[in-house]
């Protein structure tokens, strides 16, 4: 079982380091999101460059978990969820310079139970609405994925994943966190 698990982990990872938001930027409109603005794909290319950056961002975490899931059962998933959202904040493909791990997030929690990702995406709305601040919500509802697993799940390789989703989340937010 190890070399599956490896393997989940190598494939989380090489998955989670693709970066929807570069690939399209620099293939598909000819520019850099890395040296526009903030880096951010919605903020700096518009919403849609940002949906589908949303999307394929989300899409690499199904995809991941759901190898994982092939080849490991639960602890792969596990391993793949944790890997391809550690891809995407450190890409070995772009410089290990990558997101705040959100789009993933919002993968492992669906993929943990919906009910953990709806209770997120409902913590996520309100303080959206309180807030109108995208980082202070993200936060937040990676809190509620990490309260909210253990609620719907007794799995403790599951449990685990949600507060290493909730850690890694705020660990990527630290420079919003020291701002706010």
Do not use: E
Not at 10 to 27: Q, W
Request: proline share 2%; aromatic share 8%.
């Amino acid at each position: 079982m190890t070399v599956r698990y490896l393997a989940c982990l190598a494939l989380g990872y090489l998955i989670g380091s693709l970066s929807v938001s570069i690939l399209i930027s620099k293939y598909i409109l000819h520019q850099d999101v890395r040296t526009l603005g903030s880096g951010n794909a919605a903020r700096t290319l518009g919403p849609r460059v940002g949906a589908l950056t949303l999307l394929g961002d989300f899409l690499k975490g199904i995809i991941s978990m759901l190898l994982g899931s092939w080849l490991g059962g639960t602890t792969g998933l596990a391993i793949a969820g944790a890997a391809c959202m550690i891809g995407h904040c450190f890409p070995i493909y772009f410089g290990f310079k990558g997101g705040k791990a959100v789009a993933t997030a919002v993968a492992v929690a669906l993929m943990l139970d919906w009910r953990v990702f709806l209770s997120a995406f409902a913590v996520f709305a309100v303080v959206a609405a309180l807030t109108r601040t995208a980082s202070v919500s993200s936060m937040a509802a990676s809190i509620a994925v990490a309260a909210m697993t253990p609620v719907f799940t007794k799995n403790p390789v599951l449990i685990s994943l949600g507060i290493f989703t909730c850690l890694l989340v705020l660990l990527m937010h630290r420079s919003n966190i020291r701002r706010l």
